[in-house]
């Protein structure tokens, strides 16, 4: 069981890591292609925040967006890999300001080739965030399976 679930963590986090190490290699000064693709949903995602919310949204650095992205694959895919909750936590929150913000399905019309692409591929991304919660539920129960043991008591003479 402890290969075949090393080997599990690894699979899974090879998505991430491949994917972080891919776009360090691309970032360059304007922030490589991920930016360039990134600040036309940034813009759109702004202009409905600050209409739904009345306050006007600051500008996000999409360089420096795009570093928390690199960081945030990289170190919770290898802290993941060992098993670690942390790096699930990091995974997740990389998820969770990625997902909706890359596969904006929401903004196209259901007739449109754009939508149902983007629709898959935000539906697939959402089954690896419920994948890492379910890892963090695992992870958790066995936890507290481990403390609720009771300890051997010594016998009186």
């Known amino acids: 069981m ?7 963590r690894v699979l899974f986090a090879s998505v991430f890591i491949l ?5 360090f290699n691309e970032f360059d000064a304007s922030g490589g292609p991920f930016a360039k693709e990134l600040i036309p949903k ?7 925040l600050s209409s739904k919310l009345g306050v006007e949204v600051p500008n996000i650095d999409v360089q420096y967006f795009v570093t928390t992205i690199i ?3 990289g170190l919770g895919g290898i802290l993941f890999v060992f098993g670690s909750a942390f790096g699930s936590f990091l995974l997740l929150l990389h998820q969770a300001l990625t997902v909706p913000l890359l596969y904006d399905f929401y903004n196209y019309k259901p007739n449109g080739p754009e939508y149902s692409l983007l629709l898959n591929d935000f539906v697939q991304n959402t089954a690896l965030f ?3 919660l379910f890892f963090i539920g695992m ?4 936890l507290k399976r481990q403390l609720k043991k009771k300890a051997p008591k010594t016998k009186t003479t």
């Open 130 to 132: 419920g994948a890492l």
């Open 2 to 8: 402890g290969f075949t679930s090393f080997m599990g």
């Open 19 to 23: 994917s972080a190490w891919q776009m």
């Open 139 to 142: 992870k958790n129960s066995i």
């Open 71 to 73: 960081v945030l694959k």
């Open 42 to 48: 940034l813009t759109v995602m702004r202009k409905n």
